[in-house]
């Protein structure tokens, strides 16, 4: 099964909330009150959060005055290509230029992260790059035992600390490591849970300040694994990592048919972040980058072969 069709696969429920907006731009229903009342809540069921859909709704309304749309189905048309534009943010691609280039990965436990790592460290050394796995998660043993396992079956090496230990050496150490061995990439797993989240956030901040301390810069990225099927808790979540870690990338695991879809909507329009990657299984070759395109076809898949999208300007989400 190609990738594409097994994004459309992994995508049914979010495509179901997306039809759900779709049908409601029947190009023989007047623009009511009754409609735009009608696409809020949809969109709102959808995962697109308050503040995305307030913003969704409030500029398709002034676009409708402005070119005097009459039915439904001229905002539908336009939502759905402002969606794609809306997910398309400079900086998607990994910035790898420096060498070792440190990526500090992080995210609650149980979002996928340290499968993410084993993953992002098999796509790199497939691209011929000396990767160096740091197991900076000393509160969880299987953490870095999984990291373990990842890093052998990628060929990649691996830095880990004694159980307990403090995560900001171990990030010492492997960045030591890295700079001593001539490594291209280092991927530091950290761990998603402590007593609470302000010792969490405080944990990752001090791996940062290793970070630059060693190098002279922040990480090259710092990408937040969010869990696709936590809806509106991802954005809480993601607010919380980017004020403590000042994230690059945002990285949507677990994007099967119980995700809504809204909630990649709703986070770029929190952070003013690209999602740089998604992850449908538990293979080596289960993540991928995000292709906002590749998105949408799977989405709007029988609508778009039904119907053409009307042009536009502008985005105006």
């Given at each position: 099964?190609?990738?594409?069709?097994?994004?459309?696969?992994?995508?049914?429920?979010?495509?179901?909330?997306?039809?759900?907006?779709?049908?409601?731009?029947?190009?023989?229903?007047?623009?009511?009150?009754?409609?735009?009342?009608?696409?809020?809540?949809?969109?709102?069921?959808?995962?697109?959060?308050?503040?995305?859909?307030?913003?969704?709704?409030?500029?398709?309304?002034?676009?409708?005055?402005?070119?005097?749309?009459?039915?439904?189905?001229?905002?539908?048309?336009?939502?759905?290509?402002?969606?794609?534009?809306?997910?398309?943010?400079?900086?998607?691609?990994?910035?790898?230029?420096?060498?070792?280039?440190?990526?500090?990965?992080?995210?609650?436990?149980?979002?996928?992260?340290?499968?993410?790592?084993?993953?992002?460290?098999?796509?790199?050394?497939?691209?011929?790059?000396?990767?160096?796995?740091?197991?900076?998660?000393?509160?969880?043993?299987?953490?870095?035992?999984?990291?373990?396992?990842?890093?052998?079956?990628?060929?990649?090496?691996?830095?880990?600390?004694?159980?307990?230990?403090?995560?900001?050496?171990?990030?010492?150490?492997?960045?030591?490591?890295?700079k001593a061995r001539g490594v291209d990439?280092?991927?530091?797993?950290?761990?998603?849970?402590?007593?609470?989240?302000?010792?969490?956030?405080?944990?990752?901040?001090?791996?940062?300040?290793?970070?630059?301390?060693?190098?002279?810069?922040?990480?090259?990225?710092?990408?937040?694994?969010?869990?696709?099927?936590?809806?509106?808790?991802?954005?809480?979540?993601?607010?919380?990592?980017?004020?403590?870690?000042?994230?690059?990338?945002?990285?949507?695991?677990?994007?099967?048919?119980?995700?809504?879809?809204?909630?990649?909507?709703?986070?770029?329009?929190?952070?003013?972040?690209?999602?740089?990657?998604?992850?449908?299984?538990?293979?080596?070759?289960?993540?991928?980058?995000?292709?906002?395109?590749?998105?949408?076809?799977?989405?709007?898949?029988?609508?778009?072969?039904?119907?053409?999208?009307?042009?536009?300007?502008?985005?105006?989400?």
């Open positions: 099964m190609s990738w594409l069709s097994r994004l459309r696969s992994s995508l049914s429920r979010a495509r179901e909330s997306f039809a759900a907006v779709t049908r409601l731009g029947r190009p023989e229903r007047p623009l009511t009150p009754e409609f735009w009342d009608e696409l809020e809540e949809t969109l709102i069921l959808a995962d697109f959060g308050v503040p995305a859909t307030q913003k969704i709704i409030t500029g398709l309304q002034t676009v409708a005055r402005q070119e005097e749309w009459k039915t439904a189905d001229q905002p539908i048309a336009r939502f759905r290509k402002d969606v794609e534009r809306f997910l398309t943010l400079p900086g998607a691609q990994l910035r790898l230029d420096e060498r070792p280039a440190v990526m500090l990965i992080v995210g609650v436990n149980g979002s996928g992260k340290t499968t993410t790592i084993g993953k992002l460290a098999a796509r790199l050394r497939k691209e011929r790059k000396r990767v160096l796995l740091v197991a900076a998660d000393t509160f969880r043993a299987a953490a870095t035992e999984q990291l373990a396992v990842w890093a052998e079956r990628s060929d990649a090496s691996v830095v880990r600390g004694n159980e307990g230990a403090d995560p900001a050496s171990v990030v010492f150490d492997g960045v030591a490591a890295a990439v280092v991927l530091i797993d950290t761990a998603g849970r402590l007593q609470t989240k302000t010792n969490l956030m405080e944990e990752l901040k001090k791996m940062r300040r290793v970070i630059e301390r060693e190098l002279g810069e922040p990480p090259a990225e710092t990408l937040l694994v969010v869990d696709g099927t936590n809806g509106q808790n991802a954005i809480s979540q993601a607010k919380l990592f980017h004020a403590a870690t000042e994230l690059t990338g945002i990285v949507i695991t677990k994007l099967d048919s119980t995700a809504k879809g809204g909630v990649l909507v709703a986070i770029v329009d929190e952070l003013e972040i690209p999602i740089k990657f998604v992850g449908l299984g538990e293979g080596s070759d289960d993540l991928r980058p995000f292709v906002p395109a590749e998105f949408i076809d799977a989405l709007f898949e029988d609508e778009q072969n039904a119907r053409p999208l009307a042009q536009s300007r502008e985005s105006v989400i």
